[in-house]
């Protein structure tokens, strides 16, 4: 069956850098693109952007260029999220999601909670 | 302040049916299919409505969906306990290159 697995907990520092990582199964991993969603405490979803896994490009949503980072390493089916020069605001549980087309995320992953704190 | 927008809070007694509206725009909801999602508490989202009515296997049709214009609505009927969830919308955006969430609606099983 298909599953995202992602990677455990982080603790960061502000201004540090952390790579979330999201390992695919159950499917041909460069069939479908990889959405990531962002969820801070008690908040609500808000879409970071997605990678195409086939040709690696990336799209952000506005508000999340610059330090978010989208990579694939196809060889073991999985996607990355690294975000730079973290700030506190950033702390949030961060999801993957398989992207069967135009906002239709057919399977997520367990999320990851990020916390950035001094 | 979300894209589209949801209602806070929706409630109802078991076996009840409730309504969640989304309203949106015409470069998301109104040029674009809406999809919906659940979120059962402490737990990932899960895609429940996709392409504005139809639901994944193993959804029950207790829950189906409706897009007309630049809105969109989910309905729950015969409510269960297990429903208690928050729910969200979500279309692509035009304007924005981009997928919209609604603000998400807090379903209460009183």
């Known amino acids: 069956q298909v599953q995202l697995v992602q990677s455990g907990p982080e603790l960061k520092k502000p201004g540090a850098s952390v790579k979330v990582s999201c390992r695919a199964s159950?499917?041909?991993?460069?069939?479908?693109?990889v959405n990531w969603v962002r969820q801070a405490p008690g908040q609500g979803l808000e879409w970071i952007g997605f990678i195409n896994t086939k040709t690696g490009k990336p799209t952000f949503a506005q508000g999340f260029t610059g330090r978010f980072v989208f990579s694939l390493d196809t060889s073991v089916n999985t996607a990355y999220l690294q975000i730079n020069s973290l700030k506190a605001e950033d702390t949030a549980i961060y999801y993957c999601?398989?992207?069967?087309?135009?906002?239709?995320?057919?399977?997520w992953g367990q999320g990851t909670l990020v916390t950035v704190s001094s | 302040q979300s894209v589209l927008v949801q209602p806070p809070s929706a409630s109802g007694t078991p076996g009840q049916r409730v309504t969640v509206s989304c309203s949106g725009g015409g470069s998301n909801i109104g040029s674009n299919n809406v999809n919906w999602y659940q979120q059962l508490p402490g737990t990932a989202p899960k895609l429940l409505i996709y392409t504005n009515n139809q639901r994944p296997a193993g959804v029950p049709d207790r829950f189906s969906g409706s897009k007309s214009g630049t809105s969109a609505s989910l309905a729950i009927s015969g409510l269960q306990s297990e429903d208690e969830a928050d729910y969200y919308c979500?279309?692509?955006?035009?304007?924005?290159?981009?997928?919209?969430f609604g603000g998400g609606t807090k379903l209460t099983v009183l």
């Open positions: 159950g499917y041909p991993f460069t069939t479908y693109a």
């Open positions: 979500a279309a692509w955006d035009d304007g924005l290159n981009g997928v919209v």
């Open positions: 999601a398989r992207d069967h087309g135009v906002a239709r995320l057919d399977n």
